[in-house]
């Protein structure tokens, strides 16, 4: 149930200050209350929150989980990851459509029900999986959709229904520092305090502690700029006269974007990589390491706001969030004066993605938060200097901090004493795929990619995708290579594969895994990645040619050297790695050496031949008779 009335659009507004740049929560609001975003809403929303009706109307058409129209009572989005596809998602959506007589994409004539694709929604060690309304569903099989199929005929609301469909275990198979070792809140807070903020820094410079998003940037090194910056130097001659803000710990307005000392804390939940699920068990059993490490940077850079993107598709994570939070501002450990420390106030607000993978991105992740279109941004400068609300920022992801307050709590040099000397510590892996034991495996640096088949049961693993379809295919004749900065980089994902998939296939998805995420904000992204999608389906028709494995090349390098952000930079990844590993899955389905259309025109006469009863040379096209 929603907490707002349908027609209370002044008292969403309110709930989030009226403040435009929290503009994503109220159209989820909306969304929630209304069941959709109607035309003359965005109008009404554009009036109180005083700002052009294009803009209202930019960030509501920008996100997957926004639509005008009605989705009626259950919009039921079933996970389109390519490991969802491996476990046999296609023939469970048919058969929930056929229990339910509807076709996908079409509202159902009664009006109750509407049943689509979404991109992976942080669920591959429990593939298939679908979120209903937003809440995520685990492990589907044809007893749990006949259970789904037969709520949904009798109207029961989604609070009434059983709670066993919504659990989702966490599947930690090998723990370790993060999720395996006991953490009492404060623990780190309390070392901090005694520590001192620039010793606390030398810790993490020593621990040398890389960023866990992938990239590896080094943490010490951001957080250290980020505390010398000021954001008033920056935007003086960039921006208008200042604007007010609502204080960050629902205090008094402050005039934040010349404060010159707003500092924020952000934390990217948004893990939108398919087959990445390592933030959501943090999150879900040790959300109080996560927050701890946030408060230990809040400390460290002088923030009292620090603001969580989670991902729309851990809905269901909100509440239990929301609730470890209160407790934490009971004990002292968030809001004023922290564990009695006098001036060191610092509080911690969740925000709600709406479905886009882009915003995994630290810019475009910004820009949501600042109510939005997910684009990325034009960088430098960076956000460290220039981040949210245009001030200095901290951007991390999950397990960065989940570490952070580690070194807090027990020093650098523990931290170090695992991994490798460039790739210290632990690192979070998400195995799903052909494995007889998918789930999280918390491993130290420097671990061979066969070490994990092993210990996942993966005996007859053909391919690896490593860090996801932006990251690494590797083969068989690569499990020797090591999970660290220096060899294997990767944000947690680990797709494996055995001798019965077909690569192409694997590569095919996650062409139209881009093509559908691209933001659209460059021409080379936007055309690149559609051009990608629409051959590799040429390709499978049977239709494909030299010629066309030579254009996804050229593609290639312009997305390389021409695409805005990392998302393009990317995108071809797949396919050109697989061609190169796995030439075969290509050679096969090769018609000519030379081009040939992906339309048969001379084909598409042949309904017509039929009719008419004619096969001679002149019911064909000249040269294919």
Request: glycine share 10%; aromatic share 8%.
């Amino acid at each position: 149930m929603s907490d707002y009335d349908v027609c209370d659009l002044p008292g969403i507004v309110a709930r989030w200050n009226n403040d435009p740049a929290n503009l994503v929560q109220i159209l989820r609001n909306v969304q929630e209350s209304c069941g959709t975003i109607p035309s003359d809403t965005l109008d009404q929303l554009a009036k109180l929150l005083g700002v052009p009706r294009v803009r209202i109307e930019a960030t509501a058409s920008f996100y997957h989980f926004f639509h005008a129209e009605s989705h009626g009572a259950y919009e039921i989005l079933f996970s389109d990851n390519i490991i969802d596809h491996m476990a046999g998602k296609e023939a469970l959506k048919r058969y929930l459509c056929e229990r339910l007589w509807l076709e996908p994409r079409k509202l159902s004539e009664d009006g109750l029900v509407y049943v689509d694709d979404t991109a992976d929604i942080g669920l591959a060690d429990q593939a298939p999986s679908m979120l209903v309304n937003g809440h995520a569903v685990p492990s589907l099989d044809h007893s749990r959709l006949d259970l789904i199929a037969e709520l949904i005929r009798n109207k029961k609301p989604l609070a009434d229904w059983p709670p066993m469909l919504f659990e989702i275990p966490d599947n930690i198979r090998q723990g370790g520092p993060l999720t395996g070792e006991a953490f009492t809140p404060g623990a780190a807070l309390l070392a901090t305090i005694a520590r001192g903020t620039d010793e606390t820094l030398a810790e993490l410079d020593a621990a040398n502690l890389r960023g866990r998003g992938g990239a590896g940037f080094k943490t010490a090194t951001k957080w250290a700029s980020c505390r010398k910056a000021e954001g008033e130097s920056l935007l003086r001659k960039h921006a208008g006269p200042p604007q007010v803000f609502p204080g960050p710990l629902g205090g008094e307005p402050s005039e934040a974007r010349f404060s010159g000392g707003a500092h924020y804390v952000v934390c990217n939940a948004d893990e939108g990589e398919p087959g990445t699920f390592k933030d959501r068990v943090l999150l879900n059993s040790h959300a109080d390491l996560v927050f701890e490490g946030m408060t230990v940077c809040a400390r460290v850079i002088g923030a009292k706001q620090g603001l969580v993107y989670l991902r729309g598709e851990y809905r269901n994570l909100l509440e239990k969030l929301k609730s470890v939070l209160a407790r934490r501002r009971e004990k002292g450990l968030l809001g004023k004066n922290i564990l009695g420390e006098a001036g060191f106030d610092f509080d911690i607000e969740i925000h709600l993605g709406a479905g886009a993978y882009i915003c995994g991105e630290e810019s475009a992740l910004i820009e949501s938060l600042e109510g939005k279109p997910g684009k990325p941004r034009n960088r430098p400068p960076f956000p460290d200097r220039c981040g949210y609300r245009n001030q200095p920022t901290v951007v991390n992801n999950v397990e960065t901090f989940a570490c952070a307050a580690r070194i807090a709590e027990r020093g650098g040099a523990v931290f170090a004493a695992s991994g490798t000397p460039q790739s210290t510590g632990s690192k979070l892996i998400s195995v799903s795929g052909d494995c007889a034991r998918p789930g999280i495996y918390e491993v130290p640096f420097g671990v061979t990619v066969r070490q994990i088949l092993i210990e996942c049961g993966a005996e007859d693993a053909h391919a690896v995708q490593v860090s996801g379809p932006s990251g690494t295919c590797i083969s068989f004749r690569e499990f020797d290579r090591r999970i660290a900065f220096e060899d294997l980089p990767t944000a947690g994902a680990f797709m494996v594969f055995s001798r019965e998939r077909d690569m192409f296939e694997v590569a095919r998805n996650f062409t139209h895994f881009f093509a559908h995420e691209s933001c659209g904000f460059c021409t080379p992204c936007r055309v690149g990645t559609s051009l990608l999608r629409n051959t590799m389906d040429k390709l499978a028709a049977g239709k494909g040619s030299a010629y066309d494995m030579n254009e996804m090349k050229n593609i290639m390098r312009i997305l390389q050297d021409m695409a805005h952000c990392g998302l393009g930079h990317t995108a071809a990844n797949p396919v050109v790695q697989t061609m190169e590993k796995f030439p075969d899955a290509y050679e096969k389905r090769l018609k000519k050496l030379d081009f040939e259309p992906a339309f048969d025109l001379d084909g598409a006469l042949q309904t017509a031949r039929l009719i008419t009863g004619r096969d001679d040379e002149w019911a064909h096209i000249a040269g294919e008779p």
